[in-house]
């Protein structure tokens, strides 16, 4: 069975204070790893997909990094307007995807 | 916009009510699917489809029912409410299963 976990659970970082969301992942052939930003209230925003390991995805202050058993979301400066909940998802072989618990990020003014 | 439109957003029922939440997308997408959304739980598939007149079971499909009549919508029916179904609902499609998704707003569930 294909499982996938997020940490810290909770983060809680002051404006400007660099630091990485953790997704490690065990899959029965791994054909990607997803990223999804979630605000309060919505669905998930789709962030990136991650196909092999040394591949990175930047966008903004976000850059996403994905070794053969984990994925790593740096955030660089962050702001505010980045808080939200950040999910980790992959999709193996059978086109089946499994995602993560996520990450509760708060950035303090 | 083009996007999933889900309705309706909140619904409150009693215990053995049923009721249809509706999703709908502008896309063109073949795949279709429903997730619950539970603290501590990540996303759970329910159904999927993969095109009109194709269904399929996820990891939690006991207590729903789909149809895909037409591409672009996907309708998920609760049959006789549950307390264990109160949860948040999300409908997502995409080009393709897996890749990609493109999630509607929600429907806050709470059944009583």
């Known amino acids: 069975e294909d499982q996938v976990t997020q940490s810290p659970e909770a983060l809680r970082l002051q404006e400007g204070e660099s630091s990485s969301l953790n997704c490690s992942y065990t899959v029965s052939g791994l054909r990607g790893l997803f990223w999804y930003r979630q605000d309060p209230g919505k669905g998930p925003e789709f962030l990136f997909t991650?196909?092999?390991a040394g591949e990175e995805k930047e966008k903004e202050r976000l850059k996403a990094t994905l070794t053969k058993k984990e994925s790593f979301l740096h955030i660089t400066a962050p702001k505010p307007e980045d808080s939200a909940t950040y999910l980790c998802?992959?999709?193996?072989?059978?086109?089946?995807?499994?995602f993560g618990g996520g990450t509760r990020l708060m950035v303090k003014p | 916009n083009a996007g999933v439109t889900q309705t309706p957003k909140f619904q409150v029922l009693k215990t053995g009510q049923s009721m249809t939440l509706q999703c709908a997308q502008d896309m063109n997408h073949e795949y279709m699917s429903w997730y619950r959304q539970d603290p501590g739980m990540g996303l759970r598939l329910i159904h999927y489809?993969?095109?009109?007149?194709?269904?399929d079971q996820g990891e939690v499909p006991n207590g729903y029912n789909v149809s895909r009549s037409t591409t672009e919508d996907f309708p998920l029916r609760l049959l006789s409410a549950a307390p264990s179904q109160t949860s948040v609902y999300f409908c997502?499609?995409?080009?393709?299963?897996?890749?990609?998704?493109?999630f509607g707003s929600g429907t806050r569930l709470t059944v009583v």
């Open positions: 998802a992959v999709i193996n072989a059978g086109n089946m995807l499994t």
């Open positions: 489809s993969v095109g009109a007149g194709i269904t």
């Open positions: 997502a499609s995409s080009y393709e299963r897996g890749y990609g998704y493109t």
């Open positions: 991650l196909y092999s």
